[in-house]
């Protein structure tokens, strides 16, 4: 199965926890070699899970939220709305 950004997004918690079939992990490390928004969504998630889970508290520069939501709206919209499945 070809998977498009909308769907690796999804499976990213269980790609990184390993509670993935086979075959969709597969299918999420295919996307990954060649999707460099999604190894950087696959990245940051990796470092925040790393950062949060000694309980340290990090201040984030002003305005931090308003441009992470801004950019992730912005690589929302860059994406392809996902193909109609054919019925042949």
Same mark, same amino acid.
């Given at each position: *199965?070809?998977?498009?950004?909308?769907? #690796?997004?999804?499976? %990213?918690?269980?790609?990184?926890?390993?509670?993935?079939?086979? &075959?969709?992990?597969?299918?999420?490390?295919?996307?990954?070699? @060649?999707?460099? %928004?999604?190894? =950087? #969504?696959?990245?940051?998630?990796?470092?925040? +899970?790393? +950062?949060? =889970?000694?309980?340290?508290?990090?201040?984030?520069? #002003?305005?931090?939220?308003?441009?992470? @939501?801004?950019?992730?709206? &912005?690589? *929302?919209?860059? %994406?392809?709305?996902?193909?109609?499945?054919?019925?042949?």
């Amino acid at each position: *199965m070809v998977l498009n950004c909308r769907h #690796v997004w999804d499976y %990213i918690s269980g790609y990184l926890d390993n509670t993935l079939d086979a &075959q969709t992990r597969t299918d999420v490390e295919k996307h990954l070699e @060649h999707c460099e %928004i999604c190894s =950087a #969504v696959l990245d940051s998630t990796r470092n925040i +899970l790393i +950062l949060t =889970a000694d309980d340290r508290v990090f201040e984030l520069p #002003v305005g931090f939220s308003e441009r992470l @939501h801004a950019r992730l709206a &912005q690589a *929302m919209l860059e %994406i392809p709305p996902d193909e109609p499945e054919s019925s042949a």
